[in-house]
């Protein structure tokens, strides 16, 4: 089992273009919550999809929006970039629900910058 | 508001030494806490959770509701304990995960 993937590793945009990070959870997980890593911080959540539909979502614009597929895998997609979007963003997959065993997987990561 | 803080950065201790890694947390509720662990080049994982009450590569965490903290500790430190540390906090109907900023630990050989 290789766990959660994500794509790709990493990237360079420019101020105002489009991004598309990718990522499959791992075998048995139908959930998969993004969070976004600034240099020194800790993570901060995105926003988090089962069953194709969001379901909940920290504090992040709109410019930020997901989907996920009926084979579980998700992807994250941000619009007109930011200086300050340039991060490390992280994957983790889960079961749903609130059940003291149910903990996150997480991915490597896709490092983004931004210039 | 929910808020998880790990005050220091950074720690460095002898092999051998006793280590503490604190974080306080502030949550109207009764949140679970949990301690994740990210070795040099390693993915982010999960190392121990307050409702399991259980040792992990002989680190333990005790939940004081009192002073709203879950310190790490480690009675004998190794120098394999040498990695970022970030405490984090699952609020009461949620699914995710409020972090800390993480503190790096050293273990000095």
């Known amino acids: 089992d290789a766990g959660v993937t994500q794509s790709p590793t990493h990237l360079i945009k420019t101020r105002g273009q489009q991004v598309t990070l990718r990522c499959s959870p791992k075998?048995?997980?139908?959930?998969v919550s993004w969070y976004q890593q600034a240099l020194g911080q800790g993570p901060q959540f995105i926003f988090q999809?089962?069953?194709?539909?969001?379901?909940q979502r920290g504090n992040f614009p709109d410019r930020f929006s997901g989907h996920q597929f009926p084979n579980y895998s998700s992807e994250l997609n941000v619009n007109a970039l930011l200086l300050g979007d340039s991060a490390l963003y992280l994957c983790?997959?889960?079961?749903?629900?609130?059940?003291?065993?149910?903990?996150?997987?997480f991915g490597a990561g896709s490092r983004l910058t931004v210039l | 508001a929910q808020r998880v803080t790990q005050p220091e950065k950074l720690l460095s201790v002898f092999k051998g030494a006793p280590v503490e890694l604190k974080c306080n947390y502030s949550?109207?509720?009764?949140?679970?806490l949990f301690w994740y662990v990210q070795y040099s080049r390693q993915r982010l994982q999960l190392l121990l959770r307050?409702?399991s009450r259980e040792s992990i590569k002989g680190f333990t965490a005790d939940l004081n509701k009192g002073e709203t903290s879950f310190h790490l500790k480690k009675p004998f430190a190794q120098e394999e304990d040498s990695a970022m540390y970030y405490c984090?906090?699952?609020?009461?109907?949620?699914?995710?995960?409020?972090f800390g900023t993480g503190t790096r630990l050293t273990v000095i050989p």
């Open positions: 983790a997959s889960s079961l749903w629900g609130l059940s003291g065993a149910n903990v996150l997987t």
């Open positions: 075998s048995g997980h139908d959930t």
């Open positions: 999809y089962y069953e194709e539909e969001e379901r």
């Open positions: 949550y109207s509720g009764s949140p679970e």
């Open positions: 307050h409702i």
């Open positions: 984090a906090l699952r609020g009461v109907g949620a699914n995710n995960l409020f």
